[in-house]
C-alpha cells in the first residue's frame, strides 16, 4: 500500500547542534506522555534519493492510516526539525491520482469519511506536532534561541509533491 503526503513542516535553527537520536527520544517520551490510542513509533532509515544515496536517521510515527516520519539533522552550521505527515492510499487510489485534472477528486469523493474519522486524524497530527514543538523548546531555550513565531510554528497543509 502507498501513501501521499498531506501536510509537512520544517524548521532550521541557525548555529545551534543537537544530536538526532537525543530528539527522537525526547520526542518519543512527549508523544507517550500524551497516551494517544493506537500509535506505534520507531527510528528507521530512509534513503535520501536512489539506489546508491546516503540513508538518513527518521523517526517514524503511525495511527491507523497515518503516518509521521520526523528528521533532525545537522545542516551546515545550523540544526533542522522537519516532519511529513502520510496518509495510506491504495493502488487503485495511487493509479486515478494520476490521472490529469480530475484524479485527485474522483480520490477524494470516492474516500468520505465520517466527522469521527477526520477530526481524530486532526488530533493526532495536532498532538504529534505540538510534542515536537514542546521537545524543541525545551532544547533550544535554555541555549538562548530564539522561539519560534506563532507563523513558523504552523504547518502546511499543502506540501511540495513528496
Not at 34 to 54: A, C, H, I, N, Y
Amino acid at each position: 500500500m502507498s501513501s501521499v503526503a498531506t501536510s509537512n513542516w520544517n524548521h532550521l535553527f541557525d548555529d545551534f547542534q543537537f544530536s538526532a537520536k537525543d530528539f527522537y527520544k525526547n520526542v518519543e517520551a512527549e508523544i507517550t506522555r500524551r497516551q494517544l490510542p493506537d500509535v506505534k513509533m520507531k527510528t528507521l532509515t530512509l534513503s535520501e534519493g536512489g539506489l546508491m544515496s546516503k540513508n538518513r536517521l527518521y523517526f517514524e510515527v503511525k495511527r491507523k492510516d497515518y503516518i509521521f516520519h520526523i528528521c533532525a539533522a545537522p545542516f551546515g552550521t545550523g540544526f533542522f526539525v522537519s516532519w511529513w505527515l502520510r496518509e495510506k492510499i491504495s493502488f487503485w487510489q495511487e493509479l486515478l491520482i494520476k490521472i490529469p485534472y480530475i484524479g485527485e477528486k474522483i480520490v477524494e469523493r470516492m474516500q468520505y469519511k465520517p466527522y469521527y474519522v477526520i477530526d481524530t486524524a486532526t488530533m493526532f497530527r495536532s498532538s504529534v506536532h505540538q510534542s515536537i514543538l514542546n521537545v524543541i523548546d525545551t532544547i533550544t531555550q535554555p541555549k538562548g534561541i530564539k522561539s519560534l513565531s506563532e507563523f513558523e510554528r504552523k504547518p502546511n497543509t499543502t506540501p511540495m509533491n513528496a
